[in-house]
């Protein structure tokens, strides 16, 4: 394999607020070479998706940016992107040993409802086409408790602490092969094909809820702009785009 792109220059924080905010810093004062990272032992003011924040212990867990350049995508076809990077992340926990599925639109959880990983996508747009992507992770690797019920970690699943440094360089290798494979013309059916397989709820009725509802609902498809497709467990079909739909722990119907 070629030498990969991610992860080839990294800038190793000890304390910063977040790692998406000091990589879009970066990147308006200097021209960064695509594939570089930056990486914190902490987070004084880490993010989820807008409106969350993201918990995590200083030295416990994989808190990282990746800055890629995906040109050859339009704002349209961003979630081919989000698809790209769940996989990655899903290679990357699975080669443990891990039982785990991206569950829509940016985590990554196991059947129990217990969230392993949250992915952060910062996209600029120039034009019609994407001019560059922050690709913001948290992994939970070696942390034993949290706050938040849901969440989880690798060391918890497997009952073993693990170096970051591996866990690190092993989301690398992941995100580039996939990467690279996003750059591949007719690559993209089969891309969706298997984030659809590998997806939370799919074809597979899970407790969920949006404003009006809470019950079963089984995913049906994703359509290219990331908005949700299913259906209610009295046939009623819906779409959802992000924050529209929760999904549930077993325990919460």
């Given at each position: ?42 987070q ?100 034993a ?5 849901q ?48 997806l ?18 089984r995913?049906?498809?994703?359509a290219?702009?990331?908005r ?11 779409t ?5 739909i ?8």
């Amino acid at each position: 394999m070629s030498q990969l792109i991610i992860g080839s220059a990294v800038l190793r924080c000890k304390e910063l607020n977040s790692t998406n905010e000091q990589l879009r810093g970066l990147l308006r004062e200097s021209i960064l070479p695509e594939g570089y990272a930056v990486t914190s032992t902490y987070q004084r003011l880490g993010r989820g998706q807008p409106g969350t924040s993201w918990e995590a212990a200083a030295g416990q867990n994989l808190l990282v940016s990746v800055f890629l350049r995906p040109r050859f995508l339009t704002p349209g076809q961003s979630f081919f992107l989000n698809m790209s990077v769940c996989l990655a992340v899903h290679d990357c926990l699975t080669s443990y040993g891990l039982a785990v599925w991206p569950k829509w639109p940016n985590d990554l959880w196991d059947q129990q409802g217990r969230k392993f990983a949250g992915i952060l996508i910062e996209n600029q747009v120039q034009g019609v086409r994407i001019e560059s992507s922050i690709i913001g992770l948290g992994l939970n690797v070696n942390q034993a408790q949290f706050d938040a019920p849901q969440a989880y970690s690798m060391a918890r699943a497997l009952g073993k602490e693990l170096p970051l440094s591996e866990v690190e360089a092993r989301y690398y290798q992941c995100l580039d092969s996939r990467y690279r494979s996003l750059q591949v013309p007719g690559q993209w059916a089969a891309l969706k094909e298997e984030y659809l397989a590998k997806l939370y709820a799919y074809q597979n009725p899970v407790p969920a809820a949006d404003k009006s509802r809470r019950g079963h609902f089984r995913i049906t498809g994703v359509a290219d702009n990331g908005r949700l497709q299913g259906i209610w467990e009295d046939g009623k079909q819906a779409t959802y785009a992000f924050k529209e739909i929760r999904f549930l722990r077993p325990t919460e119907l």
